[in-house]
T-cell receptor, first 113, second 114 residues
Framework: DADVTQTPRNRITKTGKRIMLECSQT?????MYWYRQDPGLGLRLIYY???????NKGEISDGYSVSRQAQAKFSLSLESAIPNQTALYFC????????????FGPGTRLTVT | AQSVAQPEDQVNVAEGNPLTVKCTYS??????LFWYVQYPNRGLQFLLK??????LVKGSYGFEAEFNKSQTSFHLKKPSALVSDSALYFC????????????FGAGTRLTVKP
């Protein structure tokens, strides 16, 4: 987990506020991902990036945006937070060769009131 | 489209007994399959993967998983459970190809009782 770090680890924010979650990695991987975890739903992919110039939407990208500032940094933004975005958010990286197993950060617990 | 089903929300076993956590998948073509474990307040940790070859895959902490193509299953197993194995387990599938993403199951909470 230390190879993939996320800040903040916990955040409480109010409806309508803009918030950014940050992810950094020292694994040297090109591929990075953002997921959210909700009880009973597992992990759902929000956005992913295969390199600095490549950004792709996942299955639940509405209400979120991302920025890939460098190979090692991938941030997730909620432009106007709403309560149903309360969840545990994970950043992950993966190797560039098959089968592309992923390595996860420790997560950010976000609460929107 | 690819998907994963973990039919059991909760699995309870006694310490020392064998454990099985079930996973079935749907994907076009031959899959890559994975198991991850999540301990409280931690991120997911990679346990094992299936790429090709032997249907029985061995991973970390004494876990193994059996790939069954005809049943489209990839069940996680351990011969003798430990209390410390108690955690949330996720199965994941990825279709072959460079640009496919990974899909996760909903998770199974394993509780091992002394």
């Amino acid at each position: 987990d230390a190879d993939v770090t996320q800040t903040p680890r916990n955040r409480i924010t109010k409806t309508g506020k803009r918030i950014m979650l940050e992810c950094s990695q020292t694994k040297g991987h090109d591929r990075m991902y953002w997921y959210r975890q909700d009880p009973g739903l597992g992990l759902r992919l929000i956005y992913y990036s295969f390199d600095v110039k490549d950004i792709n939407k996942g299955e639940i990208s509405d209400g979120y945006s991302v920025s890939r500032q460098a190979q090692a940094k991938f941030s997730l933004s909620l432009e106007s937070a709403i309560p149903n975005q309360t969840a545990l958010y994970f950043c992950a990286t993966s190797v560039n060769t098959a089968p592309y197993e992923q390595y996860f950060g420790p997560g950010t617990r976000l609460t929107v009131t | 489209a690819q998907s994963v089903a973990q039919p059991e929300d909760q699995v309870n076993v006694a310490e020392g007994n064998p454990l099985t956590v079930k996973c079935t998948y749907s994907v076009s073509g031959n899959p890559y399959l994975f198991w991850y474990v999540q301990y409280p307040n931690r991120g997911l940790q990679f346990l094992l993967k299936y790429i090709t070859g032997d249907n029985l895959v061995k991973g970390s902490y004494g876990f193994e998983a059996e790939f069954n193509k005809s049943q489209t299953s990839f069940h996680l197993k351990k011969p003798s459970a430990l209390v410390s194995d108690s955690a949330l387990y996720f199965c994941a599938v990825r279709a072959r190809g460079n640009n496919n993403d990974m899909r996760f199951g909903a998770g199974t909470r394993l509780t091992v009782k002394p």
